[in-house]
């Protein structure tokens, strides 16, 4: 027999079947991908470092949906809203998935390139390097937070039916119209850039400088 014109095996097939399981059951085994390719589990190792490198796999095919070109827009505000819209749309289609990738370390290079950019354009804004981190972090909470309650029931709140929550009642009557997660998201993104707008537009304390 001739040589098969693709390979049977590759990490794109490998992160493609992985994601697949994870969106239909929240995880995925080694056995159960090689089962799904048709291979024996050992031969799938030769592709991957294991688990953590699957997760790496899933991390990287969910990230390819994400536009990282808008962080090349400016002002840069601009940018980190448009890329935080980007960020949570790719990960809302795979909810099931982000559990996995928020208990495992970032180490793809393809996503540790998109943070190195994200430092760049928060660095150029003015953002102190101390608060850069917390900063990407928190836009991380956020927009993987939201994306997961994009899954969630419209209706979380159900007030009690004897009456003894009429304040909660009342709160959700309340609520304009609009999605329930995305108003929230619109609130949440527009608290974080005030904020961040703040940090890049503080003065740093010069030597002699004291406070009160």
């Given at each position: 027999?001739?040589?098969?014109?693709?390979?049977?095996?590759?990490?794109?097939?490998?992160?493609?079947?992985a994601?697949?399981?994870?969106?239909?059951?929240?995880?995925?085994?080694?056995?159960?991908?090689?089962?799904?390719?048709?291979?024996?589990?050992?031969s799938?190792?030769?592709?991957?470092?294991?688990?953590?490198?699957?997760?790496?796999?899933?991390?990287?095919?969910?990230?390819?949906?994400v536009?990282?070109?808008?962080?090349?827009?400016?002002?840069?505000?601009?940018?980190?809203?448009?890329?935080?819209?980007?960020?949570?749309?790719?990960?809302?289609?795979?909810?099931?998935?982000?559990?996995?990738?928020?208990?495992?370390?970032?180490?793809?290079?393809?996503?540790?390139?998109?943070?190195?950019?994200?430092?760049?354009?928060?660095?150029?804004?003015?953002?102190?390097?101390?608060?850069?981190?917390?900063?990407i972090?928190?836009?991380?909470n956020?927009?993987?937070?939201?994306?997961?309650?994009?899954?969630?029931?419209?209706?979380?709140?159900?007030?009690?039916?004897?009456?003894?929550?009429?304040?909660?009642?009342?709160?959700?009557?309340?609520?304009?119209?609009?999605?329930?997660?995305?108003?929230?998201?619109?609130?949440?993104?527009?608290?974080?850039?005030?904020?961040?707008?703040?940090?890049?537009?503080?003065?740093?304390?010069?030597?002699?400088?004291?406070?009160?």
């Amino acid at each position: 027999m001739g040589r098969p014109s693709k390979a049977l095996l590759d990490r794109e097939r490998i992160g493609a079947t992985a994601l697949a399981l994870v969106d239909a059951q929240g995880d995925f085994s080694v056995p159960q991908i090689a089962q799904r390719l048709g291979v024996q589990t050992a031969s799938v190792y030769h592709h991957v470092q294991g688990r953590a490198g699957i997760i790496e796999l899933l991390r990287v095919r969910i990230a390819e949906a994400v536009d990282a070109s808008t962080l090349d827009l400016r002002p840069w505000d601009r940018a980190v809203e448009a890329f935080a819209r980007s960020y949570r749309a790719a990960f809302a289609a795979h909810p099931r998935a982000i559990p996995l990738l928020t208990m495992s370390q970032v180490a793809a290079p393809e996503a540790l390139a998109v943070y190195e950019r994200a430092v760049g354009l928060l660095i150029e804004a003015g953002v102190p390097e101390e608060t850069v981190m917390p900063v990407i972090t928190a836009l991380d909470n956020l927009v993987l937070g939201s994306a997961l309650d994009l899954a969630a029931p419209e209706a979380m709140w159900q007030p009690a039916s004897d009456g003894s929550t009429p304040l909660l009642a009342r709160a959700l009557a309340a609520v304009s119209s609009g999605r329930r997660t995305d108003v929230a998201f619109e609130l949440a993104l527009t608290a974080l850039l005030t904020h961040v707008r703040e940090l890049a537009a503080a003065e740093p304390e010069g030597p002699g400088t004291t406070g009160g």
